[in-house]
T-cell receptor, first 113, second 115 residues
Framework: QKEVEQNSGPLSVPEGAIASLNCTYSDRVSQSFFWYRQYSGKSPELIMSIYSNGDKEDGRFTAQLNKASQYVSLLIRDSQPSDSATYLCAVNGVNTGFQKLVFGTGTRLLVSP | DADVTQTPRNRITKTGKRIMLECSQTKGHDRMYWYRQDPGLGLRLIYYSFDVKDINKGEISDGYSVSRQAQAKFSLSLESAIPNQTALYFC??????????????FGPGTRLTVL
């Protein structure tokens, strides 16, 4: 089992719709969770961090964390074509000594006009 | 100016050549990381450093070496480049004293091609 798993996609949504991206992780004692956005050929850019169970909202983005079920999700409301990118989930935990992040392979999102 | 810079941005080299990729940061962060990214494999950690005197191997360190010349500089070397080291390389930094202790900030990347 991979430490951090994401569906590679592509996830296709029409402009204005809600995009839902999911991530599961294997380390039960992980403490920090991140969503990065990466455009093709560019570097990952932090969108959200979340540390506690529940929802965290920032503009059109909402991160949701459920430690009991070991998943973290990212919702993008009112999706725009400029949101088309690969979204990387990253997690830290005891297996890394809480010192390093483990990244998923990313979900590619396509938002059509 | 960018907080994390990488040079060169693109490099084409031949098998067996020694090359160095450089990373500099003005964020004042103690922690620095080198990753490589390959299609379908995601970001994989090569080396990381928590301060000038602390260097640690990541999951794929074979064939690579690093040097932390100063808090702001962290270099990655390929002693004898081979074609399967063709990839996109990223440097990243983080600050353990900030509220977001694990958040990593990435440089623009270096696209390396080994022929």
């Amino acid at each position: 089992q991979k430490e951090v798993e994401q569906n590679s996609g592509p996830l296709s949504v029409p402009e204005g719709a809600i995009a839902s991206l999911n991530c599961t992780y294997s380390d039960r004692v992980s403490q920090s969770f991140f969503w990065y956005r990466q455009y093709s050929g560019k570097s990952p850019e932090l969108i959200m961090s979340i540390y506690s169970n529940g929802d965290k909202e920032d503009g059109r983005f909402t991160a949701q964390l459920n430690k009991a079920s070991q998943y973290v999700s990212l919702l993008i409301r009112d999706s725009q074509p400029s949101d088309s990118a690969t979204y990387l989930c990253a997690v830290n935990g005891v297996n890394t000594g809480f010192q390093k992040l483990v990244f998923g392979t990313g979900t590619r999102l396509l938002v059509s006009p | 100016d960018a907080d994390v810079t990488q040079t060169p941005r693109n490099r084409i080299t031949k098998t067996g050549k020694r090359i160095m990729l450089e990373c500099s940061q003005t964020k004042g962060h103690d922690r620095m990381y080198w990753y490589r990214q390959d299609p379908g494999l995601g970001l994989r950690l090569i080396y990381y450093s928590f301060d000038v005197k602390d260097i640690n191997k990541g999951e794929i360190s074979d064939g690579y070496s690093v040097s932390r010349q100063a808090q702001a500089k962290f270099s990655l070397s390929l002693e004898s480049a081979i074609p399967n080291q063709t990839a996109l390389y990223f440097c990243a930094t983080s600050d353990p004293t900030s509220g977001d202790t694990d958040t990593q900030y990435f440089g623009p990347g270096t696209r390396l091609t080994v022929l």
